[in-house]
């Protein structure tokens, strides 16, 4: 089992920022790819953001490439999702999820734990 407990949602301003942190227990963090998840009201759980096990590899969907910083420290078990030049079309719920994979995926069927969620409002 893998716990994932996610922090630093909130509201924001147009153009503004935030960072998202994902803080995991039990298991080998580091054996472990990540990705960020969003989920908007009405719509379907979306991918943002992912990395593989060392950090190496990243992945990002179109809408959030160059304002978007996914990251990880495996000494800390944590993941960070670095959000600038935020949008209200950003604004949403963002999951952090865990998959026992080498590489990172971008659907969700590929992620075997979830957290909370944590959310995020842009207002204009």
């Known amino acids: 089992q893998v716990q994932l407990v996610e922090s630093g949602g909130g509201l924001v301003q147009a153009g503004g920022s935030l960072r998202l942190s994902c803080a995991a227990s039990?298991?080998?963090?580091?054996?472990?790819?990540m990705g960020w998840f969003r989920q908007a009201p009405g719509r379907e759980r979306e991918f943002v953001a992912g990395?593989?096990?060392?950090?190496?590899?990243?992945l990002y969907a179109d809408s959030v490439k160059g304002r978007f910083t996914i990251s990880r420290d495996n000494a800390k078990n944590t993941v960070y999702l670095q959000m600038n030049s935020l949008k209200p079309e950003d604004t949403a719920v963002y999951y952090c999820?865990?998959?026992?994979?080498?590489?990172?995926?971008?659907?969700?069927?590929?992620?075997?734990?979830w957290g909370q969620g944590t959310q995020v409002t842009v207002s204009s």
């Open positions: 990395l593989n096990r060392s950090g190496g590899t990243t």
């Open positions: 999820a865990a998959a026992s994979t080498v590489m990172v995926f971008t659907t969700t069927s590929r992620y075997s734990y």
């Open positions: 039990g298991r080998t963090f580091s054996n472990y790819a």
